[in-house]
């Protein structure tokens, strides 16, 4: 069975502070799919990135970095010099390469307030 | 449309009573996807549509609930008898395609906000 665990629910930051959002995985497939969602307070769900199980190379996006370790089946997402508009919650998915997106499974999601 | 419509925003019912919750998603998406989001929760799926079929049923969580797609395009999930645990948020998304190695992102609505009194 999959499995997303995403320890942190709420963290809370000073504005400009460096964050890290955890998530770890759990999957017997080989292949898969890792992704992360942004909630703003409008309730819909924003796409950031996907990340296949064969890339474990690290991305980085602006302010926005994420860290692929298969060894430890984490995804940890990082924003750096964060700003007010990042308070979101902020969810971790998993899907099964071989099935697509029916069977996505989403982390509890973690709630970050950034302090102004 | 430009985005994932979904509605009522907000739907506040009677224990026992049916709903009706609409989802337009964006032109040319063949997939559909419901979730729910329960408070403090993460999305559980519910159900998904590749065109108007709906291959896999099994995250309904039970026979009260049921989806359907017309047009390949707006879908309505329709829940009866409802009961109090059935609060939550439903959430709709859409993707240009489903099915086996198709993992693309998915577009959301901003979900309707469904309370049971």
């Known amino acids: 069975a999959q499995k997303v665990t995403q320890a942190q629910t709420e963290i809370s930051v000073v504005e400009k502070e460096d964050v890290t959002l955890d998530c770890v995985y759990e999957t017997r497939d080989t292949t898969y799919y890792l992704f992360w969602y942004k909630q703003p307070p409008s309730g819909e769900l924003v796409f950031l990135i996907r990340?296949?199980?064969?890339?474990?190379q690290n991305e980085i996006s602006g302010r926005y970095s994420w860290n692929f370790q298969k060894s430890t089946s984490s995804f940890n997402f990082t924003i750096t010099a964060s700003q007010v508009v990042d308070s979101a919650v902020y969810f971790c998915a998993l899907s099964r390469g071989n099935f697509g997106n029916e069977k996505l499974t989403f982390g509890t999601g973690t709630r970050l307030t950034i302090i102004p | 449309g430009a985005g994932v419509s979904q509605s009522p925003s907000n739907k506040v019912t009677e224990k026992g009573k049916d709903v009706e919750l609409r989802c337009d998603p964006i032109s040319g998406h063949t997939a559909l996807y419901w979730y729910r989001q329960r408070l403090g929760q993460g999305l559980e799926f519910l159900i998904y549509f590749q065109g108007n079929s709906a291959p896999d049923k099994s995250g309904l969580p039970s026979d009260r609930f049921s989806a359907e797609r017309t047009g390949e395009s707006v879908s309505t999930l329709t829940i009866q008898r409802t009961q109090q645990e059935d609060s939550a948020v439903y959430l709709c998304?859409?993707?240009?395609?489903?099915?086996?190695?198709?993992?693309?992102?998915?577009?959301f609505g901003s979900g309707t906000q469904l309370s049971v009194l």
């Open positions: 998304a859409s993707s240009y395609s489903a099915g086996p190695a198709t993992n693309e992102k998915l577009f």
């Open positions: 990340r296949n199980s064969f890339d474990e």
